[in-house]
């Protein structure tokens, strides 16, 4: 009966968080009539009309250069200091070490939304408003402190006999790290690079705020331009967040295997 409860919650649960995301797909092949009806309708013939007016906006695919190119900016530049931060805390001993781990744990807690007048600020200044360039640091900093704390656990996890060893047949310190510890890396790394990857292709504050021209603007920007004079096109803006949404389907799918593991295991090691 335990089994039975157990399984039962956890199909219940998969059903109620998979239900909107059917719902979403289902929506954006429906007719205009079906999309609006009072009762909801399961059984229709699949149209379109619906991805092409989402596909036929103006500066379409300059929105998904946009998100790529300041999504995957990011999570590259998060991987890079992360590696060396995170290696550092956990092998070196050095003076203010407890308090820069303790700016990384307050970092990671801290709502961003709350900054955005001072970033907005800082950006206008520095005459760096509409930049991919700025947007992309912003995020690179927002999937940073995560990326540090989750590294650092795997890190902590290697043997520093097997560092040691590496270093007495010959290598220095740095071959030791990319040949002995990077290659055990691999989990904390999937799982870290999904993160930054979802929260920087969804963040929709900052770009509302600093990238407001047309052609610096992301896909979250996209999914607000689908309405009539009667109201909001449901059908493109479901076709539009069913696009928005296949990317992330698909980089979860290729690395889902390691993220679970990877969370979890950086969430106890070290």
């Not at 300041?70 to 001993?93: E, F, K, N, P, Q």
């Not at 650092?152 to 002995?180: H, K, W, Y």
């Amino acid at each position: 009966m335990r089994k039975v409860w157990l399984n039962g919650s956890a199909l219940a649960l998969s059903v109620l968080f998979l239900f909107p995301v059917y719902w979403m797909f289902a929506t954006s092949f429906k007719s205009n009539s079906q999309v609006l009806t009072r009762d909801p309708v399961f059984l229709f013939t699949p149209t379109f009309e619906h991805y092409s007016t989402a596909t036929e906006v103006d500066l379409f695919w300059t929105y998904v250069g946009n998100s790529f190119v300041v999504t995957l900016g990011a999570v590259l530049l998060a991987l890079a200091v992360a590696l060396a931060a995170s290696y550092a805390i956990a092998r070196m001993r050095f003076r203010g070490r407890r308090g820069m781990v303790l700016a990384v744990m307050m970092a990671q807690m801290a709502p961003w939304e709350i900054l955005i007048i001072v970033v907005y600020l800082n950006a206008r200044d520095l005459d760096m408003l509409n930049s991919l360039g700025s947007l992309t640091m912003i995020y690179f900093v927002m999937a940073l402190p995560l990326t540090i704390w989750t590294l650092r656990g795997f890190i902590a996890a290697v043997p520093g006999e097997l560092e040691e060893s590496a270093m007495i047949d010959g290598c220095n310190r740095t071959q030791a790290f990319f040949r002995v510890i990077f290659p055990l890396l691999a989990p904390g790394l999937m799982a870290t690079s999904l993160f930054g990857f979802i929260m920087a292709w969804n963040e929709y504050a900052m770009v509302l705020v600093l990238n407001k021209a047309p052609e610096a603007a992301t896909l979250p920007l996209w999914l607000t331009q689908f309405q009539t004079n009667f109201g909001n096109d449901w059908g493109a803006t479901m076709a539009a967040s069913s696009l928005f949404t296949i990317p992330v389907l698909i980089v979860f799918v290729l690395l889902q295997r390691r993220v679970t593991g990877g969370l979890a295991a950086g969430a106890v090691k070290g």
